[in-house]
Nanobody
Framework: QVQLIESGGGLVQTGGSLRLSCAAS????????MGWFRQAPGKEREFVAG????????LYADSVKGRFTLSRDNTKNTMYLQMNTLKPEDTAVYYC???????????????????WGQGTQVTVSS
């Protein structure tokens, strides 16, 4: 079974930065589309960013475009989300997810993903 483990969350002030990592094991990471989603208290889980298996295409939610950068290293089975200029509204639990058959047309869709991590908390103080 595929396991996804997120790390890098924490408490940061407004305007600060964090880098989240998602380490995968038990599958063929290099063939999966990957994504980050987040869920704030009382809200639905929402798409943050997604990347195709090769890394050739990355997509972002409008709310994070220009501030977050998604990348992956298929040699390390790891995906990264660099988050800059953080805002209080970025506060949420961040989840990474893997889609075995994903592409740029599907990375935004929660229901397309096959595997999910347990999440890591990101808190941005004002």
């Amino acid at each position: 079974q595929v396991q996804l483990i997120e790390s890098g969350g924490g408490l940061v002030q407004t305007g600060g930065s964090l880098r989240l990592s998602c380490a995968a094991s038990g599958g063929t990471f290099r063939s999966y589309a990957m994504g980050w989603f987040r869920q704030a208290p009382g809200k639905e889980r929402e798409f943050v960013a997604g990347i195709t298996w090769s890394g050739s295409s990355t997509l972002y939610a409008d709310s994070v475009k220009g501030r977050f950068t998604l990348s992956r290293d298929n040699t390390k089975n790891t995906m990264y989300l660099q988050m800059n200029t953080l805002k209080p509204e970025d506060t949420a639990v961040y989840y990474c997810a893997a889609d075995r058959f994903g592409n740029s047309a599907t990375v935004r869709k929660t229901d397309e993903y096959d595997y999910w991590g347990q999440g890591t908390q990101v808190t941005v103080s004002s």
